[in-house]
């Protein structure tokens, strides 16, 4: 049941991340143009993956089986890996966004201008010619 629960996490929160990605307009993390694409793509991941997690795992008398520990690993492996290859497919869709952002921009606001890989290639950039 673990491996279920990973992708279980993963799909959802693949999910998750493009509809607030459409919400907050974070251009840099979302596959798509239009938020309500975004939006839908989200909602069906969701539904989608709750059909597919519920339908496949076994429920016996006792309830679901599954240890707890396994479980919180396989919620930080499912997000984790869904925050990373969120962030690598956007910069692939999205290779051609503006590679600008301003010194006033901090934390997840950085990627309403700029993907993972335009971030990561700034942050080198500056660090060999500050050194």
């Known amino acids: 049941m673990v491996w279920e629960s990973i992708v279980f996490m993963f799909w959802c929160a ?10 907050a307009a ?6 798509f143009n239009k938020p309500f694409l975004g939006y839908g793509f989200g909602v069906l ?3 989608a993956a709750f059909c ?21 690993v396989a919620v ?8 990373l290859v969120t962030g690598l497919l956007a910069s ?8 600008t952002s301003e010194d006033h921009d901090h934390g997840i606001e950085v990627f309403k201008k700029m993907t993972l890989f335009q971030l990561a290639r700034s942050y080198f950039n ?4 500050g050194i």
């Open 45 to 47: 991941n969701i539904l």
């Open 14 to 23: 693949m999910g998750t991340f493009q509809a607030i990605a459409s919400w």
């Open 76 to 83: 930080l492996l499912g997000v984790a890996s869904a925050g």
């Open 92 to 99: 692939v869709i999205r290779f051609r966004l503006s590679d």
């Open 52 to 72: 597919w997690f519920f339908t496949t795992i076994e429920i016996g008398e006792s309830g679901a089986k599954g240890q707890h520990y396994e479980q919180i």
């Open 126 to 129: 500056k660090r060999e010619g």
């Open 26 to 31: 974070i251009r840099g993390l979302s596959f």
